[in-house]
């Protein structure tokens, strides 16, 4: 039986190259404060020992982590994963993160996080002691939540914000929500519709109120009646229920806008039941732009969130931060788009 290679620690290279502990971590670190002559002993040794710097390793002396932790709603991400539908928001998060962390040299980790538990303050000091992130990307409703936020200002640790606008520590990003929900309704009106429902997300979720306050802006622009709004959840479930309460209703709507893909699936297929023809006798617009929304029959308008870009923007401004760079105070906003595809048309006659 083979045995096993013993891995190189940083221990090994200390006493290949003569030095310290402490020197080799802030050769590693790239920290100014070690001699050219030594410097290159020591990554001598490293590449003679063929060591591969672990995170320990470059945590001595009080060095950064150079690792950057996202934290997810637990949930709906198990939810997405259990059920094989995926979770859109989690892969692109990821893209834009990882990209942007490999590139300065950072690593990404995702953590899952149950905002309503009992037992979140000890979740996340297992975390943190475990990682000792150099900055937490916050995704809503965490962006939001004082628990997690105080914790976060405690431990002096970058905090990156998505989806809020709630007082306390950390940066804002955010993505646009009440322009994308009049973006959304001024494309339906433009059709020519003039009954027009939302079927709103979960109320812990600050952008969802922005959505709301959209839909309703563009509404009042034009001249209509803002009656037509079904509370949801951002799950299929909440999403057949409210589509059954808009189309239910005496002057029911000819167009109806989902505020998660999930939801807009279910008033798609539930609109089929009931003998309705989308988009022939109901529009239905999307948010999020995940693939199942794109792969739909037909294939669904959606708003286009710039999750990826968001998250590289979030990365860079963490890093900024431990650099002590100089930065803004407002809030960080990337726009929206709206992809057009065949779930609008203009209203049936009536």
Known sequence: MPRRRQAVTIKHVAADA????????????????????????????????GYVPLIAAQRMGGSKSRLILALNDRDRTIAGWQNREGTDWVDQMLLGGMLTCGRHGYRLILELV?????????????????????????????????????????????????????PGPGFSLIMGDEDAARMATDHLI????????????????ELSGWRVTGWRAALADAGLADDLLAPGNFDYASGRAAANSLLAAADPPTAIIASSDQMAIATLEYARERGLRVPEDLSIISFDDTPVARFASPPLTAVVQPIAAVATLAVERIIAEQAQDDLPTEPVYVAADLAVRGSTAPPPRR
């Open 18 to 49: 003569g030095v310290s502990l402490q020197t080799v971590s802030r050769v590693i670190n790239n920290e100014p404060n070690v001699r050219p002559e030594m410097a290159e002993r020591v990554r001598g040794s490293i590449n003679r020992l």
């Open 190 to 205: 433009a059709l020519g519709h003039r009954r027009i429902g939302l079927i709103a997300g979960a109320t812990d979720y």
């Open 114 to 166: 149950d905002t309503h538990s009992d037992h979140i303050e000890r979740e996340l000091l297992g975390a943190i002691g475990a990682l000792r992130p150099d900055g937490v990307i916050l995704t809503p409703p965490h962006s939001q939540d004082p628990v997690i936020l105080d914790l976060l200002e405690r431990h002096g640790i970058s905090i990156a914000r998505i989806g809020s606008l709630t």
